[in-house]
Every structure is written in C-alpha cells, then in structure tokens.
C-alpha cells in the first residue's frame, strides 16, 4: 500500500495538516493514506527523524516539516535531508515553515477572516509589515494582536479556510506543491 507520511515538529501543524489536506486532497484518507506525526517540537523531531524514517515500510512517502524561527533556511534543509539519507529515504522531501506556520495564515487573510469572523482582518495583513508573510519575524505574535488565535484550536479552524489559490505565502506554496506532487503519484 502506497501511503504519504508527513512528520511536523508540534501539535498545530498536526491540527492544520489533519483538517486541510483530506478538504483539498480527498483521495487522502487520514490513517489510512495519510498520516501525519506531530513531535515535541523541533529537538524532538530532529531527535527522532531518523528512527521514525526507517519505521514504515516500502511504498511510503515522505514530507517533513520544521519552521524556521529565524535560523538559516538552507542550512536547516541540508541538516534534514542528510538524516533523510542516511535513514534510507534519500527521496524524503523537506520543508521550511518560513518562519513559522503562522505566517501561512498571513498569507491568506481570506481565510483569516472567514475563520475568526473578522473581516478587518483583511484590510490589516494588507499594510506592508505584513505583506511578505514570511518575513515576519513573530507571526504567532503578530496574529494574536488582531484575532483570538490560539495555536491548536485556532490551526484547527483554519484547516476549513486556508486556500491554496489564494495564498501568497511563498512557504505555504513550495509545501502544497510537494504534497500534491506526492498525492498523484499514490494509487
């Protein structure tokens, strides 16, 4: 069996990842073809990546997910696709939340809005501090200041909003595209 396995470093990625994905992918059935594995944080999952890699059996896909939190993007990347090598699954595709996945929920103030029922919103992530989305520095925090966001709950609705069409998260966009890239080659 063909299944697509994404490991993200907390809870709030879980939330999202669990709600999006079977919405936008429905051939995508939770536990059954996806599975995505939340860790304690970044440690934890870097900790862990390379015994929980070499778990799953043959014809098993591979997305990992880590923000960025102000460190440096290629340097983390090249950290995480070496364990993927040397656990065997040199084909695993990493992926870096720039900077935080928050910043996702920037990039797609639609859906923000729709989520919290906040339609000013919309007119507050168009100012230039929040344009690029990321690059804003604390997102968590930035988002908190306008919307009653907290990390797992407020993922968790925002799993039935986000649109990959309307995104400008340049972050959001490089992980859609490698999950639906990975999505059509599963039976």
């Known amino acids: ?3 697509l396995v994404i490991l ?7 939330a999202l990842l669990d709600g999006l994905l079977p ?8 536990d059954d073809t996806l599975f995505v594995i939340a860790f304690d944080g970044k440690a934890d999952l870097r900790k862990r990546l390379r015994s929980r890699l070499r778990a799953w059996p043959e014809h098993t896909s591979f997305i990992v997910m880590r923000d960025n939190d102000g460190g440096d993007c290629k340097a ?15 084909d695993a595709v990493v992926r870096i939340v720039c900077q935080a996945l928050e910043a996702w929920y920037f990039g797609d103030p639609v859906a923000v809005a729709e989520a919290f029922g906040d339609p000013k ?5 168009g100012k230039s501090a929040y344009r690029d989305s990321d ?10 200041k306008h919307v009653p966001y907290q990390k797992v709950s407020g993922s968790r609705v925002l799993a039935a909003h986000l649109d990959p069409e309307r995104s400008r ?8 595209k490698s999950v639906a890239r990975v999505a059509d080659r599963l039976p």
Do not use: T, Y
């Open 1 to 3: 069996m063909n299944r």
């Open 135 to 144: 690059a804003i520095v604390n997102p968590h925090s930035e988002l908190k």
């Open 121 to 125: 919103f919309v007119e507050a992530a």
């Open 76 to 90: 983390i990347k090249a950290d995480f696709v070496a364990i993927c090598a040397d656990a065997g699954r040199p």
């Open 8 to 14: 993200v470093e907390e809870a709030s990625m879980k």
């Open 169 to 176: 998260s340049g972050s959001f966009q490089a992980f859609w």
């Open 23 to 30: 919405r936008l992918l429905p051939s995508l059935r939770l």
